[in-house]
């Protein structure tokens, strides 16, 4: 057989299903989201795509090398000047090497359309999450079912109640969402929607008269509005943007988290602790 021809067409279909895995990851959900919603493509979950573009990679650089190895004639033939002398940094080469760097640069400053790239990505992870709902937590879904209750202050044993009711097979409480979801052919956010109305109401303070406030926010606090993340949190909008404004924040209620973090040189993070501290008084 022919070495040759056997590198480029690997070469050939190797390129062809890394395009297809780079398309496919670009728009898949985060991982938080997709893992959640168990999202899954061709039959292939988010992690085995991932697997797949790893190895097709590799089988398409290691390809590439042999390419290189076999045309090696065609490659010194570019790299010749006019007096057939090989320079590296020929005409072509230079092209190359600009094109690649303004790529890179254009990409670490945001400029278009490099950013354009990566918003159209982070739009159709926005989508994504939309669509399928966030985790109440990073990888909830490997949480059991007993931690699961207690971080979200859901009833135990109504929640069990719940999923013998819907006849789901349950070991019991020390079994993780995602394994008593794979065990019924269910999504975790699924199992979750069988055992949300166990969740506990939110006992008032009685001494501050305000409810409790959480200490870190939920996945995607910074793709959401101010008005979205105070309705989430149950607190009052004109409240909190008097209150970040007294602060010294710049607050556009239109705006997302995240925008309002870069206006004021902050993390959304940052603005999170900023709006705890306003609904705290502290």
């Not at 959900?29 to 795509?49: I, M, N």
């Not at 290189?68 to 080469?93: C, D, G, H, L, R």
């Not at 501050?208 to 910074?222: I, N, Q, R, V, Y």
């Not at 997302?256 to 501290?277: Q, V, W």
Request: with cysteine; glycine share 8%.
């Amino acid at each position: 057989m022919n070495m040759r021809k056997i590198t480029s067409m690997t070469m050939l279909v190797s390129l062809v299903l890394l395009f297809l895995n780079s398309v496919i990851l670009y728009v898949v959900p985060e991982g938080r989201v997709a893992y959640w919603a168990d999202w899954h493509f061709w039959g292939l979950s988010k992690t085995e795509w991932g697997d797949q573009h790893v190895t097709v990679g590799f089988l398409f650089l290691l390809a590439g090398l042999l390419h290189i190895y076999y045309n090696w004639a065609a490659v010194k033939s570019y790299m010749k000047n006019k007096m057939k002398e090989i320079k590296v940094f020929t005409p072509s080469f230079n092209m190359g090497l600009l094109i690649t760097v303004i790529v890179a640069v254009g990409t670490y400053f945001q400029v278009p359309p490099m950013s354009t790239v990566l918003q159209l990505g982070a739009h159709f992870k926005e989508a994504g999450a939309e669509k399928y709902g966030e985790p109440p937590y990073g990888h909830a879904e490997l949480s059991s079912l007993k931690m699961f209750s207690q971080k979200e202050q859901i009833d135990l044993d109504k929640a069990l109640a719940l999923l013998k009711e819907a006849g789901l097979q349950v070991e019991g409480a020390d079994q993780t969402l995602v394994a008593i979801a794979q065990n019924n052919r269910l999504a975790p956010q699924q199992v979750y929607t069988i055992i949300q109305p166990a969740k506990k109401v939110a006992a008032e303070d009685g001494k501050s008269g305000t409810t409790s406030f959480p200490d870190e926010p939920k996945p995607g606090f910074g793709r959401k509005t101010l008005e979205e993340a105070c309705v989430e949190l149950k607190i009052d909008l004109k409240a909190v943007s008097e209150g970040l404004q007294a602060k010294g924040m710049k607050v556009e209620t239109g705006k997302t988290i995240h925008e309002i973090a870069e206006d004021n040189g902050k993390e959304p993070m940052e603005i999170f602790e900023a709006i705890r501290s306003v609904v705290l008084g502290e």
